[in-house]
């Protein structure tokens, strides 16, 4: 597998990060995942305008022009049908301490890995008691490279017998799952939670938002008890919640509002 680090194309096997590199040592950096399909990395704009975003929010320099990252995507994917590509900008090595350095050295580095374009399998979801979501740090709309909530709820989610969890903010109302957006529709209206909820501002939320002109608002446990619909948004696919905590959604399988969204998948925003 070639990569794509600090501006150059090597072998998987030839990458070297130095130990003290603060995305390494304190999570200090920010990500992108972008789906590749038909040979293509989907929705690179959009990414590179939230990477963007993103870093000027934490002062993190981003040494290369858009039209630079484009074309390394397009050559780390270069070949693969269908997978994953993956863009990470880290602060870069620096002294010990929380303290950034005056002139950070950020590492730039792209990754691409293949994947099956086959639905996600229908979920199992429980609502995390061991964690919740911070709505008001400004990382619940970062891709940042902590990603511990999300992983002390799914390994509760997997001691629970279930796929996946959703995460609660202070305030007690849902903000999304480990590693996806949340939709449910009640009463036949597509509802999301708004970002200010927690929610991380996805681009596959931005773009079934679109399609369905699905309602931004606070929603509850209770609230998605009377979901006839669940599904979870990401840039890998939309996967149908069938099950939440010990009860059925709906009947208990995917739905037809799910179904409709099966070419943002493939990049097409109005399937």
């Not at 590179?48 to 994917?77: H, K, Q, S």
């Not at 902590?146 to 002390?152: A, E, P, Q």
Request: glycine residues 8%.
């Amino acid at each position: 597998m070639t990569i794509w680090l600090d501006g150059t194309l090597i072998p998987l096997e030839s990458a070297r990060l130095r130990p003290d590199d603060r995305g390494f040592t304190l999570g200090d950096g920010l990500f992108e995942t972008l789906a590749i399909r038909d040979r293509t990395v989907l929705r690179v704009p959009a990414h590179l305008a939230r990477l963007r975003a993103g870093c000027a929010e934490l002062a993190l320099p981003l040494p290369y022009g858009d039209d630079a990252l484009a074309e390394a995507l397009t050559r780390v994917a270069a070949g693969m049908e269908t997978g994953t590509a993956r863009l990470t900008v880290s602060r870069g090595p620096a002294p010990r301490g929380l303290k950034p350095p005056e002139k950070p050295l950020p590492t730039v580095l792209i990754t691409a890995t293949p994947a099956s374009l086959a639905p996600p399998a229908p979920a199992a979801v429980v609502i995390a008691a061991t964690t919740r979501r911070n709505s008001h740090s400004p990382l619940a709309r970062l891709k940042s490279l902590n990603y511990l909530d999300g992983i002390i709820a799914l390994m509760e989610a997997h001691r629970r017998g279930a796929d996946d969890a959703l995460l609660l903010n202070t305030a007690g109302t849902l903000a999304e799952a480990t590693a996806a957006n949340l939709f449910a529709v009640i009463e036949g209206v597509a509802v999301t939670p708004p970002i200010a909820d927690g929610a991380l501002p996805g681009l596959m939320r931005a773009a079934a938002r679109d399609v369905l002109n699905a309602t931004e608002r606070s929603l509850t446990a209770a609230d998605l008890e009377a979901a006839s619909e669940i599904f979870l948004t990401n840039v890998t696919g939309i996967r149908p919640v069938v099950r939440l905590e010990d009860r059925p959604v709906g009947r208990g399988r995917p739905g037809p509002v799910w179904a409709s969204l099966g070419g943002l998948v493939l990049g097409r925003e109005r399937p």
